[in-house]
């Protein structure tokens, strides 16, 4: 069953603790891409990469890291230095980044202690 | 400035009737634009994408318009039913060189189907 897997559902985060979101896909695809989604607001881009080892900033990276160690996986920190953490975040995929639909995660919903 | 602006905010409609809704954009060098559904804790789901040259996309139900000269698209839904109870968000794609692309969103319609 080919997919984006994103865990977890929920996640609850206490005051300068780091936490990090999982993403996962199997679609062989070589673009990933992290972003926020807040109430009213369109979806905003964290950090993206178009290939294994490489990775870019967003329009919205500060108080975020990410690695792409693996093809499959392209994980997601939020820091102690991002100060307004509570939104749900959405993981995406796509065959590069020139054109192509992106594919989406079910997402995870973070939330502050 | 690249923005894409949806209309209306949100909407509600009887189960079988039909809605059509709206997105405006200012997004250059355009590239494509895509209609994505958003069920409610989801990720979003690509319903239709459209280039430059094509001014009608169907999928089952939706149809999708663009109209590249107002810089103009619409997302018509037919025979509604209690599933397509979602947010629909509007993408506008601009392509820069051929290097990469950026996707602009917007905020999205939200459209509940009441029975």
């Known amino acids: 069953d080919g997919g984006i897997t994103q865990s977890p559902k929920y996640l609850f985060r206490k005051e300068g603790q780091n936490v990090t979101l999982s993403c996962e896909q199997n679609l062989n695809h070589d673009a990933m891409y992290w972003y926020r989604q807040d109430p009213g607001q369109g979806l905003r881009l964290i950090y993206y990469?178009?290939?294994?080892?490489?990775?870019q900033k967003g329009d919205i990276a500060e108080g975020y890291s990410v690695s792409r160690e693996k093809k499959e996986s392209f994980p997601l920190t939020v820091t102690s230095a991002q100060k307004n953490p509570t939104a749900f975040y959405l993981c995406?995929?796509?065959?590069?980044?020139?054109?192509?639909?992106?594919?989406f995660g079910p997402g995870t919903r973070l939330l502050v202690l | 400035k690249n923005q894409v602006e949806q209309s209306p905010q949100s909407l509600i409609i009887l189960e079988g009737k039909n809605c059509t809704l709206q997105c405006n954009y200012t997004v250059s060098p355009f590239s494509n634009l895509r209609w994505y559904k958003q069920d409610t804790g989801r990720g979003p789901v690509s319903l239709t994408i459209m280039t430059f040259s094509e001014n009608t996309k169907s999928n089952g139900r939706y149809t999708a318009t663009l109209d590249a000269d107002t810089k103009q698209s619409s997302l018509h839904i037919t025979a509604s039913q209690l599933s397509d109870s979602a947010s629909y968000i509007c993408?506008?794609?601009?392509?820069?060189?051929?290097?990469?692309?950026?996707?602009?969103f917007g905020t999205g319609t939200l459209l509940a189907v009441q029975p």
């Open positions: 995406a995929s796509s065959i590069s980044v020139v054109g192509e639909t992106q594919y």
């Open positions: 990469s178009q290939i294994v080892n490489d990775f």
């Open positions: 993408v506008v794609s601009a392509e820069y060189g051929g290097a990469t692309n950026k996707l602009i």
